[in-house]
């Protein structure tokens, strides 16, 4: 239903499958937490805090697919489905964007070659390419089939389109950016050698995460639990 109403392409690359209602939970609940606590610093009284899959999904997705089911009595039209985001095939692999401003397509349609499409009628303003969205894009497509992946972002950049490169997880993992923000990081276990994973995406000046750890081996911890706990530490069984 998500794809009809938001007008979804179907495209010849591979779906990346994630967990979202998991994952958005999960930070749903953190920040459901937070406040609590700034609550509790507040007041002083404490709460039972209670986070569902089917709540925190349908805040996360649903407020763009929602539009024509939100003013009930006002009698507005509705506005048609519409996919803001495309996938294209270029020479040699996919760029992806998102076109809606006047300065945003006519730098496209330079950027693909296609400066003619400046004077088609269908494409005069927003609401005339929110009604001909599938041929613009069909338009702009068989334009890209003709150039690199590099020579239409090139010509993005200097246009100012918002386009990008569609990437494979190794590509992403090697991209020049994600290495100068430090995306992943790497780091020595005594145990395991040489370790990757994520960094922490949100950086503080004054107290930054720590990162350089996996996850604890089966009562690797246990004294460490108990000794918090003030009790003499035993032998797991």
């Known amino acids: 239903e998500i794809v009809r109403v938001t007008g979804v392409q179907t495209c010849a690359l591979p779906i990346f499958r994630n967990p979202v209602a998991d994952k958005v939970t999960s930070l749903t609940g953190c920040n459901a937490v937070v406040t609590a606590l700034l609550h509790r610093e507040r007041t ?132 020049p950016q994600v290495a100068h923000n430090e995306v992943f990081v790497d780091y020595h276990d005594p145990r395991l050698g040489r370790i990757r994973q994520l960094n922490f995406p949100a950086r503080f000046s004054e107290s930054p995460v720590n990162v350089n750890a996996r996850a604890p081996m089966l009562g690797e911890h246990t004294d460490e639990v108990f000794a918090d706990w003030a009790r003499e530490a035993v032998e797991p069984c």
């Open 44 to 175: 002083g009284c404490g709460q039972h805090i209670g986070v569902s899959l089917l709540d925190a999904y349908a805040a996360f997705m649903m407020p763009g697919v929602t539009v024509n089911e939100t003013f009930v009595d006002a009698g507005i039209p509705p506005l048609p489905p519409r996919a803001v985001y495309r996938v294209v095939a270029t020479r040699d692999g996919h760029v992806i964007g998102n076109i809606h401003s006047n300065a945003q397509f006519a730098g496209s349609a330079r950027a693909f070659g296609r400066p003619e499409l400046l004077k088609d009628p269908r494409f005069k303003d927003p609401r005339s390419r929110q009604g001909h969205l599938a041929e613009m894009w069909t338009e702009l497509a068989d334009a890209a089939r003709h150039r690199t992946t590099d020579e239409i972002l090139q010509a993005a950049v200097a246009e100012g389109v918002p386009l990008a490169a569609v990437k494979t997880l190794e590509e992403f993992m090697h991209d």
